[in-house]
């Protein structure tokens, strides 16, 4: 009798993978946000729309990745590397929220690295930071805090979408970062940005 009791009452792992919030995987976000011709035009648009600094638009064959990426994200996040003048930031903190806007009414605020004090804890889905590689290490009383690492763990433990540029090269972001940190970023689809400045002289 008391051994049927027990059997009664025993959970199965089925029951522990399906009820333990506590052991309950990540889960990323994915996003579709329509088909490639569309997301196209809407990427070129937005991009005159907001950079008045280029001589003449050009584009790069790194947009075309993006513009892959946000066909279907496929979970991960974005890193986009590479010189300066190649419309990296216009693109972090204007085309892609404005195209995320239109078809998914979400709201995506970048923060640039070095204006990174702590990262806010909120509901949004994303944490986009950009010139990853600018901010400065700070002293809490004694206590060294870098902000962007600390931004990038908490996107990963909260399964959110990391987007962010940077100038630096994949040697000097290892040399700047901890393998922890450089780990949750390799999450990221990296999309590198190559040829001379767009913008006008």
């Known amino acids: 009798m008391e051994m049927e009791h027990f059997k009664k009452n025993m959970r199965t792992i089925e029951y522990t993978f399906k009820n333990a919030e506590f ?3 990540k889960v990323y976000n994915r996003y579709r946000l329509g088909a490639r011709e569309e997301l196209k035009e809407d990427f ?3 991009f005159k729309h907001y950079d008045k600094t280029i001589f003449e ?11 892959d990426w946000m066909v279907d994200t496929k979970q991960q996040g974005l890193i986009l590397m590479g010189e300066c003048g190649l419309g990296k930031s216009t693109i972090l903190k204007y085309v892609i929220p404005a195209i995320f806007h239109t078809k998914t009414n979400k709201v995506l605020n970048c923060i640039p690295a070095k204006e990174l004090v702590q990262i806010e804890r909120n509901e949004k889905p994303f944490i986009v930071i950009d010139d990853l590689g600018t901010e400065n290490i700070k002293n809490d009383f004694g206590t060294r805090v870098d902000a962007v690492s600390d931004a990038i763990s908490y996107a990963e433990d909260s399964s959110k979408t990391i987007l962010t540029s940077t100038n630096l090269t994949p040697i000097q972001l290892q040399s700047k970062y901890d393998e922890r940190t450089l780990d949750r970023l390799r999450r990221c689809k990296v999309v590198k940005f190559e040829g001379e400045s767009l913008r006008a002289k």
């Open 57 to 67: 638009y050009k584009h790069l064959p790194a947009y075309d990745e993006i513009i």
């Open 23 to 25: 052991l309950q995987q």
């Open 44 to 46: 070129v648009k937005a």
